[in-house]
């Protein structure tokens, strides 16, 4: 079944169950979908669309705003149960109705965020969409892997807060494009803030993680690209360099950037002027594992050994070994950012080698 089909279902689902009259909606094979049970009926021979026929004290009419689905109810005064399925009929094209107009606005921004069109064709979608031009716009990019039978889109637009000037953008099955307004945003905090309240809800509500990315603000509906361009390369490289992490802020990642744009020749290299067969020894898992959590603690010494469960001196001693053979005092800013970069260059390089060996 379409996604689209899914998503009819899903806001019919939250209606139908409600009325009093009792009706269901199947498919053209008697299956049940509303409600959604693992029950088949023998449907009957079914004329056009409109037209209901009785069969063992059931009603059945197919669809006329979807001849895929079935309408069935008990009712079976003739003159009620007609009643009924008009009203259903009416509802079911209302919906779907809305999800067209809806599914028009999703593509026009789809191709908004892609870059799609033309100057042109820009002025006329915004104009035939009534888009506002220049509201300042940013791009949040939220990833699901474990969606399962619903979409991304299909579960943030149920659960996702947002204002009137928000719009929600199904991108594919696991990806959806939030493009929120920014106007009442002061920085980036709020932006981080708001993704992991979003974090929150989905994992509270139904369990299930998200990573996001997040673009900077752009001024105009003609610079969304960017924006989406930004939070999908912040998750890309987040993914490498801080895999820990599910929020990525693209304007905070310029380290990052800078080695993700290296040539994977050039950081193999510089990486192995530090990291090579001489210094095997000296950079063991737990030395590594000492110097990343200094830097995580700002080079505070007394940090740090609280947090690795050692004494001060043990901390002091492990540098000291590290600054006699490679001549590098990670306690000094300078030190600490070149041994921090060529570390980082691994990730560069292997990054590049996986992605070479894909093709």
């Avoid at 939220?142 to 204002?163: D, K």
């Avoid at 090579?276 to 898992?285: G, M, V, Y």
Wanted: aromatic share 6%; proline share 3%.
């Amino acid at each position: 079944m379409m996604v689209m089909d899914n998503r009819l279902l899903y806001q019919l689902q939250q209606v139908l169950p409600k009325l009093h009259a009792p009706i269901s909606l199947l498919d053209v094979e008697g299956n049940s979908l509303i409600p959604n049970e693992d029950i088949r009926f023998t449907l009957p021979p079914l004329p056009q669309a409109g037209t209901p026929v009785s069969q063992d004290g059931r009603l059945y009419q197919i669809c006329t705003a979807n001849t895929n689905w079935v309408i069935m109810t008990t009712i079976t005064e003739m003159d009620a149960a007609r009643d009924a399925f008009m009203l259903c009929d009416a509802m079911i094209a209302a919906v779907i109705q809305a999800n067209e107009a809806g599914n028009d606005l999703n593509n026009a921004y789809q191709r908004i965020l892609q870059n799609e069109l033309s100057l042109a064709e820009l002025d006329a979608m915004v104009d035939e969409h009534r888009i506002q031009a220049t509201l300042p716009r940013c791009v949040l990019l939220m990833h699901m892997v474990q969606v399962q039978q619903r979409s991304a889109f299909e579960i943030l637009e149920e659960l996702l807060p947002r204002n009137s000037s928000d719009v929600l953008v199904a991108m594919d099955k696991h990806t959806a494009a939030f493009i929120k307004d920014a106007s009442g945003l002061e920085d980036e905090d709020e932006l981080r803030q708001f993704a992991c309240a979003v974090q929150e809800t989905l994992l509270g509500e139904i369990a299930l993680p998200v990573t996001i990315g997040i673009g900077e603000v752009a001024r105009s509906v003609g610079e969304l690209h960017g924006s989406y361009r930004q939070a999908r390369r912040a998750i890309e490289i987040g993914r490498v360099y801080a895999p820990e992490r599910t929020i990525h802020v693209y304007r905070s990642m310029m380290l990052e950037r800078f080695l993700s744009d290296l040539p994977a020749e050039m950081a193999e290299h510089y990486h192995g002027l530090l990291f090579n067969r001489s210094t095997a020894r000296l950079f063991s898992e737990e030395m590594l594992y000492t110097i990343e959590m200094f830097f995580k603690k700002d080079l505070n010494l007394s940090d740090t050994a609280r947090q690795l469960y050692i004494h001060r001196n043990t901390l002091v001693y492990r540098l000291d070994k590290v600054q006699r053979q490679v001549g590098l005092d990670l306690r000094k800013f300078e030190d600490a950012v070149t041994f921090k970069m060529l570390l980082e260059m691994r990730k560069c390089g292997n990054n590049k080698a996986k992605a070479k060996k894909s093709r």
